[in-house]
């Protein structure tokens, strides 16, 4: 027996970006948490037709609803994943007996001749513990790596103390033989300190000598060298990236919050032990004209003092509240212990509050896509109108260049089920004036519909053009001349305040000009329609404006230019590793502020 789980539609609107989902059953127990480099891919993979073991059929019959968690890499879902893995212990999945503790790097720095070795959980040895680290493979190929760089033994005391000659590691330039004095003691121990200030994050001059070496081995042509450093460089840095779902202390709630025309979504990470134990969304029903503040005074009230809840000791939101201070009071009244309630925290906390605000503005996103508020959308937008009938099929027009180059026009399609890409089109645009968006947009919807008026297509209800009378002057020419009739035309132009909430509806049939409630479903649907013609036409003019530069993707980057590339690349060890780095990873290169990182995150993942 099936839950009647609606996959397709979920799946619709999930995010490509890392991080963990959780399945539950149509009582709210949790089923299964698991994580992914690509959630998109990960769970369309559980609802495929064929090819599925049985333990997956039995859990997919079983699922009602599916929760997810974006982070900033897959180092960090994996680690999440472990904690709620820990924490709900799901019945499908692998409880591992020595899911206890966490695996980390040991240095024995009491000794003369100090050795890394693996252990898991710390504390039990006398030494300085380095972690924890996300997986125990993980660990060990560190360990492999650091070995490789610094050449520190990794052998037990007992091998140490009863050697006469060096070992293999030594002849592998895996180790430089302290055990029969082929190296001091002073020069050993600066290898270790070198190596514990990597393992603390102090790595810059390492990095940078990796490399000036991998520079020089591309110099001499010697090309296998070169992608070894490129490898080495690319795995330390692995090693080396900070954790924002487990830190080493701290109990606190941290709250993010997105709103948008049509909706509010507030997300709730909770730590525990420095841990994030757990993580929901909440669309409450308030007004999208107030302020992101005021909403979340008025939830965070209602969440803690209104039912037998915890209270930790830190409260972390995105902005000032603006009765913090009477909030935090009566937190502390109902606590009986102290409460902070704070917005500008930095290190792990800031990472929290990033992770918090991100999976807010996912969740809203997936939540104004879903398919019961685009069918709502679609009868207010019959009403507007004053249609017969709610519109079946939607195509929305827009340019996008950059002072003239690369013109590219894009095509967007909505049905009652929301966006559907695989009618989507851009068309290049050619041979019109620099600039001249009514004639780009002219040329765009003759390409368009006179491949529809020889069958290759279908006619839309209603035909949205983003922009002003200008434009849709454009839109009925091209219908007029192809002798197109029975389309609606409308354009979406901003207002005179250029802000979200006031754009002004154009008729094609009178020219009259309406302004719609900012609260207005219909208003939500023209609005989301227009926002995404405008991202696929950016994207298309970015790929293409690219070629004809024969560009990297860095170079398309606005604020990246040569030497911030070098030192992207030299740093990550190539552009693959900075397509895999998550936000924080490269704000981490010394020229990059987080702004900037955030630009470049964005620029290297359009579909995230």
């Known amino acids: 027996m099936t839950s009647g789980f609606d996959s397709k539609a979920f799946l619709k609107n999930l995010t490509r970006r890392p991080g963990v989902y959780q399945m539950f059953d149509t009582e709210g127990a949790i089923l299964y948490v698991g994580k992914a480099k690509n959630l998109k891919n990960r769970v369309s993979s559980y609802f495929r037709t064929s090819g599925l073991s049985p333990k997956t059929q039995s859990l997919v019959g079983r699922i009602a609803h599916i929760e997810v968690t974006v982070t900033g890499s897959e180092t960090e879902a994996l680690l999440l994943e472990q904690n709620l893995i820990k924490q709900q212990r799901p019945p499908y999945n692998i409880l591992l007996r020595d899911d206890k503790s966490y695996p980390y790097i040991f240095v024995s720095d009491r000794d003369s001749y100090p050795a890394i070795r693996f252990r898991r959980g710390s504390g039990r040895q006398k030494g300085r513990y380095f972690g924890p680290y996300p997986s125990s493979n993980a660990v060990k190929e560190s360990l492999n790596l650091l070995q490789k760089v610094f050449r520190i033994r990794q052998c037990e005391d007992s091998f140490f103390r009863n050697r006469s000659r060096p070992c293999l590691q030594y002849q592998i330039k895996r180790c430089t033989a302290p055990c029969v004095g082929m190296i001091s003691e002073q020069e050993y121990r600066q290898d270790v300190k070198h190596a514990m200030l990597f393992l603390e994050g102090r790595n810059h001059e390492i990095m940078q000598r990796l490399a000036e070496e991998m520079d020089a081995a591309s110099r001499a042509l010697d090309f296998e060298r070169a992608a070894q450093l490129r490898d080495q460089i690319s795995a330390l840095q692995q090693v080396q990236e900070r954790q924002y779902v487990s830190s080493q202390e701290g109990d606190a709630d941290i709250f993010g919050c997105a709103v948008q025309p049509g909706g509010v979504s507030i997300h709730a990470l909770f730590v525990r032990g420095g841990r994030v134990i757990g993580s929901k969304a909440y669309h409450p029903r308030v007004s999208v004209e107030d302020g992101i503040g005021d909403i979340l005074s008025s939830f965070i009230a209602q969440f803690y003092l209104t039912g037998p809840r915890e209270i930790p000791a830190l409260v972390?939101?995105?902005?000032?509240?603006?009765?913090?201070?009477?909030?935090?009071?009566?937190?502390?009244?109902?606590?009986?212990?102290?409460?902070?309630?704070?917005?500008?925290?930095?290190?792990?906390?800031?990472?929290?509050?990033?992770?918090?605000?991100?999976?807010?503005?996912?969740?809203?996103?997936?939540?104004?896509?879903?398919?019961?508020?685009?069918?709502?959308?679609?009868?207010?937008?019959?009403?507007?109108?004053?249609?017969?009938?709610?519109?079946?099929?939607?195509?929305?027009?827009?340019?996008?260049?950059?002072?003239?180059?690369?013109?590219?026009?894009?095509?967007?399609?909505?049905?009652?089920?929301?966006?559907?890409?695989?009618?989507?089109?851009?068309?290049?645009?050619?041979?019109?004036?620099?600039?001249?968006?009514?004639?780009?947009?002219?040329?765009?919807?003759?390409?368009?519909?006179?491949?529809?008026?020889?069958?290759?297509?279908?006619?839309?209800?209603?035909?949205?053009?983003?922009?002003?009378?200008?434009?849709?002057?454009?839109?009925?020419?091209?219908?007029?001349?192809?002798q197109l009739q029975d389309i609606m035309v409308i354009g979406i132009a901003k207002g005179p305040t250029r802000k979200a909430g006031f754009e002004v509806l154009v008729s094609g049939d009178t020219g009259e000009e309406e302004v719609l409630a900012s609260d207005s479903p219909a208003l939500h649907l023209l609005q989301h329609i227009r926002d995404e013609s405008h991202r696929f036409a950016i994207v298309g003019h970015r790929a293409k404006r690219g070629k004809a530069r024969r560009q990297s993707k860095l170079e398309d980057i606005p604020g990246i230019g040569p030497k911030r590339r070098r030192e992207l690349l030299k740093y990550f060890g190539g552009l693959k590793e900075v397509e895999r780095a998550s936000v924080e990873e490269i704000a981490k290169v010394s020229s990059i502020s987080r702004a900037l990182a955030q630009d470049i995150y964005a620029a290297l993942h359009p579909d995230s």
């Open 316 to 482: 972390i939101t995105p902005e000032l509240l603006p009765d913090q201070d009477c909030l935090q009071e009566a937190l502390v009244q109902k606590r009986g212990r102290k409460v902070a309630i704070q917005h500008s925290v930095r290190g792990d906390r800031a990472g929290w509050q990033r992770l918090a605000q991100t999976n807010a503005e996912h969740q809203l996103s997936s939540h104004l896509a879903s398919k019961q508020n685009i069918y709502n959308r679609f009868l207010a937008l019959q009403e507007v109108l004053g249609l017969d009938q709610p519109p079946q099929r939607l195509e929305c027009f827009d340019i996008s260049h950059s002072s003239g180059e690369a013109t590219v026009a894009s095509c967007v399609v909505f049905d009652r089920e929301g966006p559907k890409k695989s009618d989507y089109r851009r068309f290049n645009i050619e041979d019109v004036t620099a600039g001249d968006d009514y004639a780009a947009m002219h040329q765009a919807l003759l390409k368009r519909y006179t491949k529809v008026r020889k069958g290759e297509g279908v006619l839309p209800d209603l035909l949205v053009i983003d922009g002003g009378k200008g434009q849709v002057k454009q839109a009925m020419q091209v219908l007029e001349e192809l």
